[in-house]
């Protein structure tokens, strides 16, 4: 009976082929998927942000035209403030005059919205944009506790 080996390297040595150049050992692979990884996450958080800070600029000009559209209509918005919910999906937030939201022309400024919202999706950037009423009643400091931490410079 064959005496049991203990050492792996009395029972295996490298073969010369895997001495040569092209060949690379299990340390050296694992070594280059971490480093790979480690590139990796580097470069798509560089990516992301910038995404973020593309879509972050789309949605000022996104404002802006829906802002035009609603002057056009003779509906003059107080402000406009932005949640950002993730890289791709924001929303818009206009404040309007309580008479603003009674004006017979607010439902053709809604349906410019929807299809507006409609056009310029993309499975990379989503906005979503609702009017409110600014009555005497509301509460400033509620817009940053839901998320809109943003407020359009200028109208």
Do not use: C
């Amino acid at each position: 009976m064959a005496e049991a080996i203990t050492d792996i390297r009395k029972l295996w040595i490298e073969s010369p082929e895997v001495k040569s150049k092209d060949f690379f050992n299990s340390n050296e692979l694992i070594n280059a998927y971490f480093k790979g990884v480690k590139d990796g996450r580097e470069k798509e958080k560089l990516l992301q942000l910038e995404k973020f800070t593309q879509n972050i600029n789309k949605t000022g000009i996104d404002a802006l035209k829906v802002i035009a559209n609603l002057k056009e209509n003779s509906i003059t918005p107080i402000d406009a403030y932005l949640k950002y919910n993730s890289i791709y999906q924001f929303q818009i937030l206009i404040l309007l005059n309580e008479k603003d939201i009674e004006n017979e022309k607010i439902l053709d400024v809604y349906d410019y919205i929807l299809e507006y919202q409609n056009n310029v999706a993309t499975d990379l950037y989503d906005i979503n944009f609702s009017l409110v009423s600014q009555s005497e009643h509301f509460n400033f400091s509620a817009l940053t506790s839901d998320g809109y931490v943003l407020k359009l410079a200028k109208k």
